[in-house]
Every structure is written in C-alpha cells, then in structure tokens.
C-alpha cells in the first residue's frame, strides 16, 4: 500500500512543481507593475459588482471597430469574486495569474491525455516559466483570460469528440463563447469545433446522433450564456442609436481600421518575439523553431492520413489567429493572437517530450528517431539540455526582470495611500487624492485605488473641494497641474507629493460680485481668486483665476462652469468651459474652486472697463442666476474687474474710479450718471452721496442725496468690491437751461460731509416744446384727475380706417409714465385699440412741462361695416388704474374715460 502511495505522489509531484512554479512566477510581485488604464476600468466595474451589487452586462468598449462594441461581462465577474474580499487591485490581478494556473493544468491536461505524460510535463513546464506568459497573467485584462478559456474550449473538444465524453461535447461550445466574451480573438479558434465535429461524423456512425444532440444543447447553453451580453449590447444601442447606425460595411471597415500602415513581417516578428525569451541572445530563437517544426510534424500528418485530429487540433490553436488576422487584413494587436498563445508550448512540449518519450503516445502522431521506435540516449540528454537551460534562464529572467522595472509600483501607490489616509485621519481632515495627465486618464487608477478610503478623486480638469478645515492632498511628484495648492509638502515612496491645503477661509475672492451670484442648479459663486495676486489681463498673454464657489444643494446632475472676459460693448476676448465637482464629490455648504486659465486675445484694449461673465450649463439646459426674492435674473454672472481710467477721487474706504455724463442734457428725464466705485477697505460708518448742481453765478440749482449702492447699506459692502452705479437725478422738465457744475460729496448719516467734494461740468440745453394751443376740429377740455387736459382732437374717416389726432396739455409736471388708450367700440365689444407711451415712447409723462402741448397721432383700422363709438383715457402701466375724467362743468367724477363720439358705417 505505501509503495502504491509513494508511486502515486512521484506520479503527481512533477506537475504539483509546475503548477507551484508557476503560481510563484505569477504571484510573486503582484504589485510591481503599476496599474494600468485597462486594468483600472475593469477594478471599477469589478468593484461595482461586487461592493455595491451592480448588475453589470458589458464589459469595455472595443476600440476595433467604428460601431459601439464592448466585451462581455464574463471577465468583470470574474474579477469581482477576489474583491468581494476586499477591494485591493492586487487581488484582482491574483485572479489573472489563478485564471493562468489553470492554464497551466489545462496544457498539462492535454499533452498528458494525447501526447504523453512528458510532452504534457514539459508544455506545462515551459508555459509556467515563459516570459510573456508570465507577464500576461500579471495584469487586470480582459484579454488575459482568452488563454485559459481557449484551452479549456480545445480540451473539452478533444475529450468529448475524440475521446467520447458527453460532459465535454456539451461543455465545448459554451468554453469558447465564455472566452470570445472576454476577448473577440477567441472566436478566431471556432474552426476546431468544425474539423473536431465532421472528425467525429466521419469515424463513429453510431454515435452521429449522440453527437448532433450534444452539440445542439452545447450551443443553447452557449447563446443562454451570451444573452445578457447581447442584451447589454441592445440597450446600450437603443441609448445611443445615432453612435451605433452603420452599416455592416463600414463594421469591416472599422475591423480593418489603421491595417493599412502595418506589414506582415510585423506581425510574423511579434510572434517571433512573443515565443522567444525577451533577451535577444542565443535562446532566442530554439522555442519559435522548435514551433515551427512541431507544427509541421503535427499538421503533415493529419492532412496525409486524415486521421491525426488531436494533433491538427493543438496546431490550428496556434495557426488560426494570425492566419484569421491575415485573411481579414486586419490591424495586428498582440492580445488578438493570446488566445492560441498557450498552444504554442503544447508543440514545443510535444517536439521535446517526443525526444524523452519510452513509449509511444496515443495520438499524436511524433515521429520516432531511435532504434525500436524509441529515441537515442544522446538525443534524450539534448531534450533535457534544451529544456532545463530555457527553464533555468527564464526563471532568471522573471526575477531580474522584476528587480530591474525601476519605475513607480502599484504597491508604492498603495503605500503612498495609506501614509495620507493616516495623515488625514489623525488631523480628522479629508484627503484628496490629485490625478495628473487628463490624456492618460489617470483618475482611473486613483478611483480604483479609492475604494474603501474616505478619499476623493480630482480630476486636472475639474474643481477642487476646499473643505472648511482643510485637507491632505495627495498626487504624483511630479504633478504640475495645481501649482497655487500643490507645491512642497513631502515626497513619500519614491514618487508621491504629501502636501496640505489650507482651510477653505484662505481662498478669498479678489474677484468679487456686488452679491454672491446664486444660480438655480443649487450653487452660488463667491467671486474669483488671481493665482498672481498683482496679475491683470494683459493682450496675447496667459491670465489664471480661480472661481470659488458654494455648493447650496447638492446638483441633481453634473454641470460646466465657464467664464468670458468681455469688454463694456460685449466683445469677447477669452473664454474658458470646464466641469464643475462631480455630483458625488459634492457636500452641501462646502467651497469648490476651478482653476482657469485664460488665453487673451492680442486685440485686447490697453484701457476701458473689462468684465468677467459666468455661470453654469449642462447638456440640457443653463442655469439661471436668482436675485434676492428669488427671481430668475438670466444666464450670466458678471463682475466688474477693470474702470474706465485712474481714480478720480478718494474718501476714506472708497474711492471713484469713474464717472460718466451726458455732454449735453436736456431736462425731462432724470440726468443719468454712471459712477465706479471701488472699495478700498470694509466701510467702517455708514455713508450716502451728496449730489448739487452749481450754477454759473454760483446759486445751487438743485440737491438731493443717494445711497452709494441703492439698497445696499455701505458697510455691508465688500472691501475689493469694483462695481459701477447709474444714478437717476430727477432734475425736472422745466429745469433751466446753462452751464452747471455737477458736485458730489460723501456725507456721513447725520449730514457730516467729507473733505474734498469732486466737480465736472455739466451743460444743459433746452428741449424744444410746444405752448401754444393749436386749432382742432373738436374742443373738448377734458381734465384727467389734474395731471393732463385732452384739448380736443381732429378725426378722418376713410374707407378702410379712421385718423385721429389727439391735443394734450400738461397741467403740472409729473412723476409717472402713463399711457395712453384709444378704443373702438362695437356691440358693446373693443373691435379695434391702440394703447402706448405718447410719441412712440420719445415723450413719456413724466418728461412733460407745465403747460406744454403735445399732439398725438392714432390710426385705427375698421373691421367692417356697423355702428361705433371711439373712447380714450389714461392708466398707469404698473398699476393699470386709469385717470378719472373730471367733466368741464365741474360735475363730480363719473368716468375713466373720453367718449370721442359715435359713427355708423354703412355699406
């Protein structure tokens, strides 16, 4: 009995060797390799899997094509069982390299069963230390499963066609679709099942119907397995139809996308390189021979006899990706071929297991080169040589490989993230981890390493989270992108910047708005923050600012935030679009701040005022800015940053910058005076504005005083504040015509006034207006509640139309803008009606003097024949009251309106 359990484990110790050898080379430096973009994505979709239960029916996009494509799911699911342990990278690509063990068995399953037990030892041995097998399981990489699923799919084949297992006739089909799922290029082996099946007809006629029948539940259960791949696929189509209508011509075209600049000798010097050792020396090139010969004396064989099918099998699995790679004109890419990569070792393993073989093997088909069907002794001992110097120098290789990469690990990254987890943690601050190069999509790797950490991602291109107490930040040493944040600190594991950010209070808008500008999206811009404090724009030259801004709400959807710089007329000269924090990364009451950088154009004027315009978008709508009663003011944020000139005066905490007048003025509206201010400093008192007009002979013509900012008091506002104010100085219409001094002053509340008043002249010439009563066709002195008299008017009938002229008389100068009304009348119905401001709104009300004469042209158009009657008044437009009529014999008011008298139009 123990002789049998010692003959037993001698049996199985070789290849328990192989498969620890190769699960060492595999999982010896899991981490070594930085984690790559590829890799990133499918920890991502992994993790949502396994983490946060998402049901996931695609995997990554195919870039192979024109058309939208993606991967199947298989490989994400197979990589979320290592990370329902934890969410660790490394165990994922554990996954790939457990995923090649498996390989490993499955060649030795192979070359055992049909080659002999050393063929098997010797292909396992030789793909367990080989280089680019080592490497390939070492990733998190949808093409890395091709290999083992491929030769599973030829195993079961093998066994259920050739060997006549019913379990691997039907498992056969659903292995190839598992491994066309993680990578298309496994569907290039389909052809096996063909020369497999019609083998298998042609040999055992009593078995064709078992045969058929297997093979058609293998397939129903390979499309069951492929179905919610396709219905991902449909979905996603359905999504984006407009992406994905093209037709099958161009999905060749798109396949054979950028083959025209590639040879074949390309990819015949891939294959060369991809089964030599990495090292170009003198074991190069024995394993691509040794290649080439096996699969010659595979393939000679069963196309002479017809009847070598395992060994036509195991060469097709190597020969029908590149060949199927040609025939397509296809563009080469070296994960296309991994799918017959591990069948290259089975013909090597064959070659040198037929130099050490005793016995014969089933059904192989290897010649024999000894006496008796057996080889020599010498060419025994030169298929050890061979076989323990490529084993011995590529284990070497493997481990100097590994000690020589020199760049930043996957485990340093990892370190480096748990030093600022740490960091973060004992100050009970955040962390925010920095990705560099938008192009080379870095986030991805720091959001796959975020998992589990109470960290968050910024993207180059988006705003940065200013927490109110800080927080540690985290990026590559070399990262460049946030020089203003990201600067100093200390460098940890060899290639990552430890640094703070200051608490949220530090960045204060230089920037700023007369009031934060609230938007409907649920946030509120602070101002902007110059990276050079003492920095303007300036023609042709780069301008940096930051935007800070609140979050309010949390975003219902991630928005943009851009920003012209725009002159007084509107003109552009930069703009800037970026996204804003990411809906995720959002916490209400918290500051966020996005770098922009400004490239102004050459035609920038030296002086004139300059204005920052901004807000927020997305892709449906822009949202809208709200005032203080929570009313819609449009799109646009916009704050002042540069005057018309230098300061022109100075009082304490403000100072004029500008000031701006009409050359020539003439009374009846206010005079309008645009002033800029700046404020120097928080106002320490409340103040007003003292304005006068001074006469020639020095007599005051007028006073009044204003708020500095209507309805804003002075010491609520914000030292840096650069704004411009209209004042409307209600002079009144009669005010005399001359040459004036406009003087204004800054007096405290109780009428105190500041030193140093400022002056300018100020002209005023008349208005041209009419006193004298004209004559009219019917005189009718009607008073309009004392504000304006309707004299009379004139009337023209015409066939289509009526003319009417009315003669209006100011009876005192007044403070509203009315309108006036002119209705026709019909069957107790307003058939026809002109309501306006006199004179086309040239001549408001509120511009009449006291006595003046205006006359207003009406035109109303008949709608056809019948009685009417012509009515007309006045109302105020914000109110709609209209005047009452006080009737020219005194009588009390009994109406709001003038009958102007009736006509019958007959036809």
Known sequence: MSDRRLGTTAHYAPMVVVLVLAAGLRWMNTGLERLENDGAVHTLKAIAVARHGKLELLGLPMPYFNFRGYHGPVSIYIYALPLLIKPDPRLARMMTGAAHVVAT??????????????????????????????????????????????????WTGLLGYCGGKKWARIAHLPMLTLGGQCHPGTFLLAPITVVLWVSAWRRSRSQRRATVMHALVGAALALLLTMPWMIGVYLDNIDNLGSSDLSGGEMVKGFRAGAEGQSDLHMFTRLYQQLGNWEQNWTQPIQPVLTLVGLVVLLAPAIVRRGRVTGAAVALGYLLPPLLLLALSARYEDHFIWSGYGFAFLVQGVMIGSLLAHRKTRGGGVFRLGRDGEPSNGLRW?????????????????????????????????????TAVARAQASDRGLLLLASDINDRDWLRWEALREGRDARVVRPDRALPLPAEGAVLLGWEDYTG?????????????????????????????????????????????????????????AGQPWTVFMIWRVDELLSENYAVFMHLVDGSGTKYAQVDMPALPVGQQRIGELAMNRMELVVGESLPEDGPLFLHFGMYNDIHSAETLDASGESGG???????????????????????????????????????????????????????????????????????????????????????LTTMQYRLPLGAAFPPGDYTLWMVIVSRDGEQSEGPFSTSLKVVPRKRLFSVPEMQHRMDADFSGQMTLLGYDIAQHEESIDLTLYWQAQREMETDYKYFVHLWSEGQVVAQVDAMPRGNEHPTSWWAEGEVLRESVQLTLPGNGDFTLTTGFYDPLSAARLAVVPADGKAETQDWVDLGKWAIAE
């Open 635 to 721: 799109t646009l944020g916009v704050i002042q940053i540069r005057a018309g000139g230098y300061p022109l005066a100075r009082w304490d905490d403000l100072a004029l910058v500008d000031l701006v007048i009409p050359d020539e003025f003439q009374p009846g509206p206010p005079l309008e005076v645009l002033v800029t201010w700046r404020i120097l400093n928080f106002p320490a008192k409340e103040v007003k504005l003292r304005w006068r007009l001074i006469s020639d002979d020095s007599e005051m013509a007028y006073e009044t005083e204003t708020e500095i900012v209507p309805g804003h008091a002075t010491i609520s506002l914000p030292a840096g504040l």
């Open 482 to 538: 946030r020089p203003t944040v990201f600067s100093g600190g200390e460098i940890v594991q060899q290639g990552f910047r430890l640094s703070e950010l200051p608490a949220a209070q530090h960045f204060k808008p230089n920037l700023i708005p007369l009031e934060p500008v609230r938007f409907t999206c649920g946030a509120t811009v602070l101002g902007f923050l110059r990276e050079d404090s003492d920095s303007w724009p300036l």
């Open 105 to 154: 068995a499955l060649i030795f399953a192979i070359g055992g069963r049909f080659f002999g037990r050393k063929a098997g030892l010797v292909s396992a041995l030789l793909f367990a230390v080989h280089p680019e097998a080592v490497f390939m399981a070492r990733g998190i990489w949808n093409p890395s499963l091709q290999t083992p699923f491929a030769l599973a799919y030829v």
């Open 382 to 418: 030169l298929g050890l040589l061979v076989l323990g110097l490529l084993a011995l120098t590529q284990i070497l290789f493997n481990i100097r490989y590994d000690l020589s990469l020199g760049r930043v690990s996957l485990d340093e990254q990892v370190a480096a993230i748990e």
